[in-house]
T-cell receptor, first 115, second 111 residues
Framework: EAQVTQNPRYLITVTGKKLTVTCSQN?????MSWYRQDPGLGLRQIYY???????DKGDVPEGYKVSRKEKRNFPLILESPSPNQTSLYFC??????????????FGPGTRLLVL | GESVGLHLPTLSVQEGDNSIINCAYS??????FIWYKQESGKGPQFIID?????DKRQGQRVTVLLNKTVKHLSLQIAATQPGDSAVYFC??????????FGGGTRLMVKP
């Protein structure tokens, strides 16, 4: 089954304790992306990756890191989480076609609470 | 379920009626648009897309209309069903590498 998976689905942590949220897709997609979703602010892009070893900042990259060492995986790293990073996080992937982005498939989401 | 938005515009329709959800986009250079549906506790799910060289595209029970003159996008759902209840987002892409999402509209279907 074609899918995007994220782990963990729920996470409670404390300020400053490094954490990683994993994302994996089995569709051989080149493009992967992370979003955060907050009430009243909708979905905002954190980072994206066009392909292996290629990553770029989105709208709200501060406080986050990503890596793309393999095509299927795109982990989101919070080196020193802060309470304002409490949010619902979504990973997404898509193929590219004729140079244009195709529709993105989203993972189930990770609910993060930073105390 | 997950809270998607506390103050989303809400559209309430009777089961069987048609629904129209509107979206104003911001970038006149955007050339690809997508509608997503998000149910409580789930990630956004692709519904339909349209490229800027079209002004209408139809899917199964859904139609997207694009008016580039006024930068307006709409999603029409025919014979709305209770399973259509969700938050609907439009997203725009300007041939770059990022999607920009609208704030979302909550659709509530009354049986």
């Amino acid at each position: 089954e074609a899918q995007v998976t994220q782990n963990p689905r729920y996470l409670i942590t404390v300020t400053g304790k490094k954490l990683t949220v994993t994302c994996s897709q089995n569709m051989n997609h080149e493009y992967m992306s992370w979003y955060r979703q907050d009430p009243g602010l909708g979905l905002r892009q954190i980072y994206y990756s066009m392909n292996v070893e290629v990553t770029d900042k989105g709208d709200v990259p501060e406080g986050y890191k990503v890596s793309r060492k393999e095509k299927r995986n795109f982990p989101l790293i919070l080196e020193s989480p802060s309470p304002n990073q409490t949010s619902l996080y979504f990973c997404a992937s898509s193929s590219r076609w004729r140079g244009q982005q195709e529709t993105q498939y989203f993972g189930p989401g990770t609910r993060l609470l930073v105390l | 379920g997950e809270s998607v938005g506390l103050h989303l515009p809400t559209l309430s329709v009777q089961e069987g009626d048609n629904s129209i959800i509107n979206c104003a986009y911001s970038n006149s250079a955007s050339d690809y648009f997508i509608w997503y549906k998000q149910e409580s506790g789930k990630g956004p799910q692709f519904i339909i897309d349209i490229r800027s060289n079209m002004d209408k595209r139809q899917g199964q029970r859904v139609t997207v209309l694009l008016n580039k003159t006024v930068k307006h996008l709409s999603l029409q759902i025919a014979a709305t069903q209770p399973g259509d209840s969700a938050v609907y987002f439009c997203a725009e892409n300007n041939a770059g590498n990022m999607l920009t999402f609208g704030g979302g509209t909550r659709l509530m279907v009354k049986p």
